[in-house]
């Protein structure tokens, strides 16, 4: 049976060191089952928003109302993507092949999953050994397994090290390129697993980075626009790649 977060609203109640819910709270943070919401906590609007943050909630409002109309408001925006901290192996297949789609789509679309987007997806795949555009119809029960594995990990690791930055704080800094990443944003730089140059397809406003080495037994995946532009000259390995560089020296 697959695992549902619940979500907790909270009112009333007072600081840290005599809050009702603190006791809960902890609890809760150990097996990341729920989603704590907080409204008017304290008698004044910004001191109910700082107190929610004191407290560590997912997200704080100023009163009760303003709580009830959040969340409701929060559920027009949810596509249906199933969370996979929060979800079994089964469950994570079944969204994954219910159509046949690139890896890369398949784990972008909030429609199917929530909260990977394009960044982490590349992360994921990299973890997993995973070409990009391989398609979901063609994975095997193996991969299938590798990829949950790579997705809860990843999200898992990524989530730690982003509240150990910023503590007790807000994120002063959002962005999706982070140092720690191992290819996301990191075009031409080397693999932290294997060295090989890191490689990129640019689509619209994105880009899918990924290492040939690591991920597509050293082939080099065309990039819509340079190919057409090089046509017989794009390279088709790791190693024409690195001959077409020198060329240009």
């Not at 192996?89 to 789509?105: A, C, I, Q, S, V």
């Not at 997993?128 to 949950?148: H, Q, V």
């Not at 819509?224 to 060329?247: F, N, Y």
């Amino acid at each position: 049976m697959s695992q549902r977060k619940l979500r907790v609203g909270m009112v009333g109640g007072g600081g840290p060191a005599n809050f009702f819910g603190a006791p809960h709270r902890r609890g809760i943070l150990m097996d990341n089952s729920a989603e704590l919401t907080a409204g008017a906590l304290r008698s004044k609007p910004d001191e109910s928003l700082a107190s929610a943050r004191e407290l560590f909630f997912n997200r704080g409002y100023s009163d009760w109302q303003a709580l009830v109309r959040g969340e409701a408001a929060l559920a027009c925006f949810d596509r249906g993507g199933l969370d996979v901290l929060h979800s079994e192996l089964n469950d994570f297949r079944e969204k994954l092949t219910y159509e046949n789609h690139t890896l890369k789509r398949a784990l972008t679309d909030p429609r199917l999953f929530s909260g990977i987007g394009n960044a982490y997806s590349d992360e994921i795949l990299h973890r997993a050994r995973l070409s990009p555009m391989k398609l979901t119809s063609k994975l095997s029960a193996e991969e299938i397994a590798r990829l949950y594995g790579a997705v809860k990990a990843t999200l898992t690791e990524w989530t730690e090290k982003l509240r150990s930055e910023a503590g007790s704080e807000f994120p002063s800094k959002v962005t999706a390129f982070r140092p720690g990443m191992a290819v996301h944003g990191r075009y031409g730089e080397p693999c932290k697993d294997c060295g090989s140059p890191v490689q990129r397809i640019v689509y619209a406003a994105n880009e899918c980075n990924y290492c040939p080495a690591c991920q597509t037994e050293g082939r080099l995946l065309a990039d819509r626009a340079l190919s057409r532009l090089l046509k017989q000259d794009w390279p088709r390995s790791l190693e024409e790649w690195e001959l077409h560089i020198e060329s240009r020296r």
